[in-house]
């Protein structure tokens, strides 16, 4: 390990470079870091990054084209990047036990188109989707374009629903899935707000899905994948698993057995720098039989791939191997259930009433708030969550009535479970000190809300003092 002492240094080092530049950005930077080391940092997809992670991101790989992956690289020179692929893909395959592991996608979403297509070049006979594959995109013209969309057709993908804590990339209207298949969702039974499988396993019988997902970014309990894939195999679906939360938990073998989807699942995605604790970025992971398709990603889906994310991402990869990280991530988990103990004791409503991974969604409307009046009274306290639609919820998407927080950044602080009771307090007073406001003509407003400023500044402080 690196002294703190070097750490910093490299930091102040490299701000002093860029102020010379361009002293607004060196201040947003330092503003930047104030912001998440002052205040209590509960959004449950965000993390905090170690010093090697962050400095391997900012160098001259960031300056290297290298489309294609290695040993079809289509530019020259890409053999310091081989390097550096090679390594961040090994220790994602021994980290996760996968036959294959695919390295370059930017993002979660990114990485799921890949995945997607993969399935599709892979399950669908196309002779547009053969031809685009031997091209640049670029080169294809609009009749290859027609052919590949009537072709395709439109498959079908079953996915958990989004107001369950499924993902908008999983065939939902405001992404791009949602116009590649023909959608349906699965949801969680209204009674206990669990995965009811065997609803699961009829609405595959009924829609015959090519593809069958499971992941979530807002469901705080496990999900049992050993039956997702027979349910999948039941219908012959492919079934991908996107962990991009909870990555994490599985790195650290918080995870196993049933609970592990990389032995259960045909094709696995995820980012890198949610309870991973990476860069940001994503990344698939597959048996040989997808690989090939999973490795035409770039140019297919992809941009050219980021070389010093990559490099990055090997870092982060080779300290989540570390026996270190499985404490980490054994953490992360305690402290969300002392979190959701210390909520429930004091009388707030939990959806599915606990968890059994790093998140707790908070049913708001018991404190007869929606999602995002709660949300924003916590910011003002020094609290940041983010608002979240509950099950059947009756405020939408965009007020909800549901509060997200999660314990991975705060686990990396090195928070324990006396300080998450302690931050189940101060959530609880804020919210119980709020009332919703109204609109200028007096009717109630599900944006406005009324909290006392010098309460929020006394919660502010505290939290801080937690830290
Ligand atoms: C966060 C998330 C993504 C998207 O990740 P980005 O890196 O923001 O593109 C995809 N799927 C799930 C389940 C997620 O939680």
Redesign the pocket.
Known sequence: MSSPNAESTAFRSALEVIRAVEPRIADAIGAELADQRESLKLIA?ENYASPATLLAMGNWFSDKYAEGTIGRRFYAGCQNVDIVEALAAEHAKELFGAAHAYVQP???????LVAFWAILADRVESPALRRAQVRQVNDLTEQDWFALRRELGDQRMLGMSLDSG?????GFRPNISGKMFDQRSYGTDPATGLIDYDRVAEAAREFRPLILVA???AYPRKVNFRIMREIADSVGATFMV????FAGLVAGKVFTGDFDPVPHAHIV?T?T??SLRGP???MVLCGPELADQVDRGCPMVLGGPLPHVMAAKAVALAEARRPDFADYARRIVDNAQALAEGLLGRGAKLVTGGTDNHLVLIDVSGYGLTGRQAEQALLDSGIVTNRNAVPQDPNGAWYTSGIRVGTPALTTRGLGTAEMDATAELIHTVLSQTTPGSNADGTPSKAKYVLDPALADKVARQATDLL
Not at 106 to 112: C, E, F, L, T
Not at 166 to 170: I, K, M, P, R
């Open positions: 997809s930017h993002s979660g979403i990114d990485a799921n499924g993902h908008l990339t999983h992941g979530y970014s996107d962990m991009a939360h995605t980012t720098h949610k940001r970025g994503g």
